[in-house]
C-alpha cells in the first residue's frame, strides 16, 4: 500500500508507505496517523488540498481492508463475525477518501457483504438479508455511482405496474427485492444504488404514453365479428413468418354497431383498412338463403326457437316499428328474415342478410352438437331374516254316560294353528278338514277314550319357522343427458275399490253382486333425469319404487303390497358409487296366554298356557351408479360388456351343447357373439383422424350452402 499526503507549499508528497503483509499495513496505518496528526497541528492553509490515497492491497484480510477505511474516513464500523475475505487491490491514481469509501463498498459488493448506515455507525454485514434490514430508503436523489444499499419508490403513470415485475425482475439480483404496489401503481425496489439508477432509467423509457390512432370502419354486408377472425387469421400467419409482434395493427369487433375498430402504425392502419373495405361487399350470387342439414338437434324444435331469437332481435334494433324512427336499411333486412324446417331431412332453410345469417348459424353451430349419453345402474339389496316359535299343551276331560257327553275340564288354545279341538273334529269329520286344520311340526298326544266312565285327551305342539331372503336387483337405464328416462318392470295387480249387490226385478228377485277394480302396479319403477356438470361430477335427479306383495294380515280386506320409495336428487362422479337410502329394522315379539292363577303355579302351570316367539331382521340398501357416455366408443364398451355377460350367462345354463332337454333336435337359444354384430354398426367406421392444430372435440363444421347449388343428402 503506498499513502500520499501533498502539500501545496511544498508540492511534493511528504510520505509513500506500500507493502502486502498485514505488519506491513499496521505501519503504514501508523504513518499515516502520524502524518494526519502532523497536518491537523499546521494552520490551515486557504487553498489546502484534501489528502489522496493510492491503495494496494494484496491478498489482505478484508478485517484489516476495514480498519485502513475507517482510519482514512474517520467512520466506525461494526462488523459482523461472518465477514471473512482475502481482498486484493491493484491502483495507481490516487483518491480522496470518500472516493476511497466508495471503492470499498465495491469491494463488500463483490464478496457478498453491505454495508448498512445505523445513525452514526457503520454495520457490515453479509447481504443475504440485504432487503430487511434498514438503510438509505427512499433518497431524494440516486447516486449511479454508488454501491450503498438502496430501498427506493417508483411512480408509473402510463402503464401498470404489475407488468413491469416479470420484465424488470431479472434485471434485479437475488439478494434484491422488487414488487408492484396496485393502490397506487408503484414499484418498490431494494437494491445497490447504480443497479436502482438503472431501472429507473429504464421505466422512465417504457413509462410513455401511446401516441397511436383508432380508426372506426362501419361495415353495410359483411359481420364485423366474421372480418376480424378472418383479418386476424391472416396477421398470425405473417407473424410466424418473422413479422414483429410489436408492429401489427389490432382488430377488435364491436357487434352492436357492426363496426370494426383498427389501431396501430400509420401504413398498418391503411393496408388493414383497405382489406376490410374490399371485404364489405355484397355476395355475387345474392346467397341470402342456405339450407343447414343437423346432424344431432331436432330442426323442428330449433326452428321455433330461433323464430324466437330473430323476432327479439328485430324488436330491440334500433329503428323498430313503434319507436317512431325511420328504420335503417340493416333491421329492414332483418325483419325480412325466414326460418323453416324440413322434417324428412331434419334441415334449417334461413333466408336472412348476412349479419342475421352468421349469428343464427353462430347459434346452430352451439346447438348442433353430440350430446353425452349417462348409464344409469341402480342396486337394491334386501336382506330379511325371521325366526318364530311356539310351544304349548292342550287338554280335555269328559265323561260320556248315557249316550251324553259331560266336558269336566278342558285348556284348548291354538299352538302352530292348530289347536285339540281343530284335531278332533278334524278326525271325526274328515270331509270338513282343511289344510289349516291339521297339524304342522311336532305333535305329541295321549289319552284314553272309552264308551263309559271318564275319558281325557293332552296334546302337546311345539313348532319353530326359520325363514331367510337375500334379494339383490340392479335395474340399469341409458338416456341422454338433461333428459328424463323411466324403467319400469312390474304387474299391473287388482284391487278391489268397492262392491255393491244389485236385486233384479224382472229376475225373479235374483241377486248380481257387482265389484269395482283397480289395477296397480307392483315391481320396480326407476324415473330418473341426469345433468352433466363441469368436469365429472352428474347430477341426478331420482324417483325409485319399490313394491311387493307381502302375506295376507288379519282384519285386511284385500291384497298387501309393501312399498318402498325414494325421491331425491344428489351429485356423484362419474363411474363412482352412492348410497340413495336405506332402512334397518329389528323386531322381537313374544306372547303368553294361560289361566288365571293356574297358569302361575310352577311346573303344573305350563298345563294351563302357550308362549310363542318371533324375531325379524331386514337391511334394506339402495345405491345409484352413473357412467358417462361422452362417445360412440364409450357407449359400444359399455353395451359389449352388458351383452357378453348375458351370453356367457346362457352358455353356462345350456345342457349337452345347448340341446334341450326332452327334445332332440332343439337347442336353447342363445345370443349371437357381438361381434357378428358390432361389424355391422362400428361406431368409429368412417372416421378420419383430426387434422394436424385441430380440436377433435370441437363441434362438426357448420354444413351450410347457398341454395341454388344445394343438394340433398344420401338417403339412410
Known amino acids: 500500500m503506498t499513502i500520499s499526503s501533498t502539500n501545496p507549499a511544498a508540492g511534493k508528497p511528504q510520505r509513500v508507505l506500500s507493502g502486502n503483509r498485514s505488519g506491513l499495513l499496521a505501519l503504514t496505518l501508523t504513518c499515516l496517523l502520524t502524518c494526519m496528526s502532523a497536518t491537523a497541528q499546521q494552520p490551515p492553509q486557504p487553498n489546502a488540498q484534501q489528502s489522496t490515497i493510492t491503495p494496494n492491497f494484496i491478498d489482505a484480510q478484508l478485517t484489516d481492508i476495514i480498519d485502513a477505511v475507517a482510519t482514512i474516513t474517520g467512520k466506525t464500523f461494526i462488523v459482523d463475525p461472518r465477514v471473512r475475505a482475502q481482498v486484493t487491490i ?8 470518500d472516493a476511497f469509501y466508495q471503492t470499498f463498498l465495491s469491494i463488500l459488493q463483490v464478496h457478498g457483504f453491505i454495508a448498512v448506515p445505523s445513525g452514526e455507525n457503520i454495520k457490515v454485514l453479509p447481504d443475504a438479508n440485504a432487503r430487511q434490514i434498514p438503510g438509505n430508503d427512499l433518497p431524494n436523489s440516486i447516486n449511479p ?11 408509473v403513470r402510463n402503464i401498470n405496474a404489475a407488468q413491469l415485475v416479470p420484465v424488470l425482475r431479472p434485471l434485479i439480483p437475488q439478494n434484491g427485492h422488487l414488487v408492484a404496489y396496485p393502490a397506487s401503481n408503484m414499484l418498490i425496489v431494494s437494491d445497490r444504488a447504480n443497479n436502482i439508477a438503472r431501472i429507473m432509467r429504464i421505466v422512465q423509457r417504457l413509462d410513455q404514453a401511446g401516441d397511436e390512432e383508432i380508426e372506426i370502419i362501419r361495415l353495410d354486408n359483411a359481420s364485423a365479428s366474421e372480418i376480424v377472425r378472418v383479418v386476424n387469421a391472416l396477421s398470425q400467419g405473417a407473424q410466424q413468418q418473422g413479422e414483429a409482434p410489436g408492429l401489427q395493427a389490432k382488430l377488435v369487433a364491436d357487434d352492436r354497431t357492426n363496426s370494426v375498430l383498427i389501431s396501430g402504425e400509420k401504413s398498418q392502419r391503411l393496408r388493414l383498412k383497405g382489406l376490410v373495405m374490399h371485404l364489405d361487399t355484397p355476395l355475387e350470387a345474392g346467397g341470402d338463403t342456405q339450407v343447414r342439414y343437423l346432424n344431432y338437434a331436432d330442426a323442428e324444435q330449433i326452428a321455433g326457437k330461433l323464430k324466437e331469437q330473430v323476432t327479439g332481435i328485430t324488436q330491440a334494433a334500433p329503428g323498430a316499428p313503434g319507436a317512431g324512427a325511420t328504420a335503417s336499411p340493416t333491421a329492414a333486412a332483418d325483419r325480412n328474415t325466414t326460418i323453416w324446417a324440413d322434417k324428412q331431412t331434419n334441415a334449417l332453410v334461413v333466408t336472412a342478410a348476412p349479419k342475421m345469417m352468421r349469428q343464427i348459424m353462430g347459434v346452430v353451430d352451439k346447438l348442433d352438437i353430440r350430446r353425452a349419453q349417462v348409464h344409469l345402474e341402480a342396486i337394491l339389496v334386501e336382506i330379511t331374516q325371521s325366526r318364530a316359535a311356539e310351544l304349548g299343551v292342550n287338554w280335555a276331560v269328559y265323561s260320556e254316560e248315557q249316550g251324553s257327553t259331560i266336558p269336566i275340564g278342558t285348556f284348548n288354545q291354538p299352538v302352530g294353528g292348530t289347536s285339540l279341538g281343530s284335531l278332533a273334529s278334524a278326525i271325526i269329520n274328515p270331509d270338513t278338514a282343511t289344510t289349516a286344520s291339521l297339524p304342522t311340526g311336532l305333535t305329541l298326544g295321549a289319552g284314553m277314550i272309552k264308551d263309559g266312565g271318564l275319558n281325557f285327551a293332552v296334546l302337546l305342539r311345539a313348532l319353530r319357522n326359520d325363514g331367510s331372503s337375500n334379494i339383490l336387483q340392479t335395474p340399469s337405464i341409458t338416456t341422454l343427458d338433461n333428459e328424463e328416462a323411466e324403467i319400469k318392470v312390474a304387474q299391473e295387480v287388482p284391487f278391489i275399490t268397492g262392491q255393491y249387490t ?5 229376475n225373479q228377485g235374483s241377486v248380481n253382486p257387482f265389484q269395482t277394480i283397480q289395477r296397480e302396479e307392483v315391481g320396480n319403477i326407476l324415473k330418473i333425469t341426469p345433468q ?3 368436469g365429472t361430477a352428474v347430477q341426478l335427479k331420482i324417483e325409485q319404487e319399490n313394491s311387493n306383495l307381502t302375506q295376507g294380515v288379519t282384519g285386511a280386506v284385500d291384497l298387501i303390497t309393501n312399498k318402498r320409495t325414494i325421491s331425491t336428487t344428489v351429485l356423484v362422479e362419474d363411474g363412482g358409487m352412492i348410497v340413495l337410502g336405506g332402512l334397518i329394522t329389528e323386531s322381537a315379539n313374544e306372547g303368553e296366554s294361560r289361566v288365571p292363577i293356574l297358569g ?3 311346573i303344573i302351570g305350563e298345563l294351563f298356557k302357550t308362549r310363542n316367539g318371533t324375531k325379524e331382521k331386514r337391511n334394506l340398501m339402495v345405491f345409484i ?4 357416455l361422452r362417445d360412440g366408443v364409450q357407449a359400444a364398451i359399455t353395451t359389449s ?9 346362457q352358455l353356462q345354463r345350456g345342457n349337452r351343447k345347448g340341446k334341450v332337454t326332452l327334445l332332440p333336435g332343439e337347442k ?4 349371437p357373439p357381438i361381434e357378428e354384430l358390432s361389424k355391422y354398426a362400428d361406431p368409429t367406421a368412417g372416421a378420419q383422424a383430426p387434422a394436424p392444430g385441430t380440436n377433435p372435440e370441437a363441434p362438426p363444421p357448420a354444413q351450410t350452402q347457398p341454395l341454388p347449388e344445394q343438394t340433398p343428402p344420401p338417403k339412410q
Open 145 to 155: 455511482n454508488s454501491d450503498e444499499v438502496v430501498t427506493q419508490v417508483i411512480s
Open 600 to 602: 302361575n303355579i310352577p
Open 532 to 534: 352433466i356438470n363441469e
Open 625 to 628: 351408479r352413473p357412467t358417462i
Open 502 to 506: 244389485n236385486t233384479g226385478t224382472t
Open 90 to 97: 491493484r491502483s495507481s491514481t490516487p483518491m480522496t477518501p
Open 668 to 671: 336353447q337359444p342363445l345370443l
Open 641 to 649: 360388456a352388458k351383452y357378453n355377460v348375458l351370453r356367457d350367462q
